[in-house]
């Protein structure tokens, strides 16, 4: 018996939809592309436009005067082992790729996680998304990324930023169940209005939390950045998929080693400047 | 006696707070048949928090509320500032009608009248000591200097004034709830709530805060609602005591009245174990002058020691065994107002039922 009419073709469904949305949206996309286009240029014509051991001497002098001196000693140490292994202008382009897909993933998933910390409804409907989200393949993403956005660095964004929004999210909502209920009563027994509660009470007790979900999104953005190679994104991932097609060990282990030092870059930096200011409550 | 006189700052009119699904249907069974507790309970399976709760708080006085855990003392004490909403009944702070005010208006009245200290001190873990106490101003938008001299001048008043930079983690569980109490004193409300500040603390300094709170709050003409769970406390602290019990209050008044006339067998109990020698007082020990006459014509009234009429047992029991005849006459403003002998004072020394007894003379 033939059975193949039972079968479940959710492509055949959806690849209409993508089309239709390319089609009647072709505006809103394009709008989206060039502003995403925009910033990206703007981050990289900034990180490129002085030569490398200028950029490392700024980066390392601001770290020192701003958050401390191993910190600036461990930045000009990761800036300069790209530099050294020579992929200076890919790490660039990473890192200005990696900033701009985390910014937009916190800028969504950080006001969703608060909603769904505060109603139950709202967590109850996202958790199916957001498991979907972080269980689909991500290359899957880069499909209709790329047909709706076409080739380049705007599709590897949109990929990575629907890669880099579970953690974050989750992890938000995590953060503001844990602060104590004692001070959100503090806030209304002070007569305190739902903004400075907000601002003055619950993100700062939810602090340690939110920077493990922003950690976990800066890597995740970082691993997704490198499979964006493969749309023609550039930056370390592109050397990443040369390395591996052209099968030269040297290249893909050089990018490799590049982008953790970018990771660990990231990663102690985003932390030092959110948690400034705050070192000795840290303690607590 | 004064303090009966006194305007009356915090007024709670018959308050009800019922938790559940069906909680509509169960206050109007409340509000339009008088249904009880157990009534709620089986016919709407809602549980009743606080039935019928009624108290007035009057300026400067420290009003203490005495339950076990799950007898609502917690949850009526948070609807005094609205923090809870109360399901039936009304509560008035300085006249006030607090359901009927719009939410900037509550968050005001809570900013610059209301005060409150909490069991878990909830001390803002990445701010100094300072920062913590001048924050409910910071929340108002007072500027740095100014609420950091009222943070200044109310954490001296709790004795920290050496600990301004340090962090909560720095501080030992008493002196946390100085800075919690230094809090609530820094936005100088007329009420401060007190929600059983001192029970998480040991035993010693817990009777040392006790009496610096009574002492603080009487210098500074506050009024304060005290939760408690311990009866020792209330009677330390409280110029009145309400026992509540399962939702309801079931007494109020004084300690002596209280501990005199517990008004049910589950009061009495509680009472039991307190000591009377430093709570009933003279005027409730004596009996009338002619009284005293009838029963001892022989011995004549102004050779009798004085006392006032607030002495308390511990010092009559003093007098007494000086006095050559076992008696000592209460005066009240040069007026001989009662006797007492040493029968009296024995029998206001023994347990509530006799107590009763001792009236009679």
Redesign the interface.
Known sequence: MDLSFLQISPGRALAPAVDWLNAHFHGVFAAIGRGVEAALSALEFVLLVLPAPAVIAIAALAVFFLIGWRLAVLIAACLGFVLLMGLWRETMQAIALVTVAVILSVAIAFPLGVLAARRPKVEAVLRPVLDIMQTVPPWVYLIPAVMIFGLGRVPAIMATIIYGIPPMLRLTTLAFRQV?V??R?????????PR?VLF??EI??A?PTLLVGLNQCILLSLAMVVLAGLVGAGGLGAEVTRGLTRMEMGLGLRAGLAIVAVALLMDRLSRGILQQG?D????? | MNESRAEVLVDCQSLWKIFGDKTEAAIRAVSERGATKADVLQQFNCVVGVSGASLQVRRGEIFCIMGLSGSGKSTLIRML?R?IDPSLGKVLVKGEDLSRLDTAR???????H???V?Q???L????TVLENAG??L???GVPRAERNAAARASLAKVGLSEWLDR???ELSGGMQQRVGLARALT?DPEII?MDEPFSALDPLIRRQLQDEFRQLTKELGKSAVFITHDLDEAIRIGDRIAIMKDGAIIQTGTAEEIILNPADQYVADFVAGISRVHLVKAHSVMIPVAEFRHQHPDIALDTLPAAAPDADVAALIGQITEAAQGAVAVVDQGQAVGVITMRNLLLSLREAPAAQGGDHG
């Open positions: 104590p004692a001070f009563e503090l806030g209304a027994a002070i007569g305190a209005s400075a003055r009470i700062p007790t602090m705050r000795k409550g840290g303690k607590s | 500032n923090l509550l968050r005001e009245m809570r900013a610059r209301i005060g409150m909490f878990s001190v909830a803002l873990p990445n701010r924050f409910g910071e929340v108002q962090y909560p983690s936005s709530l």
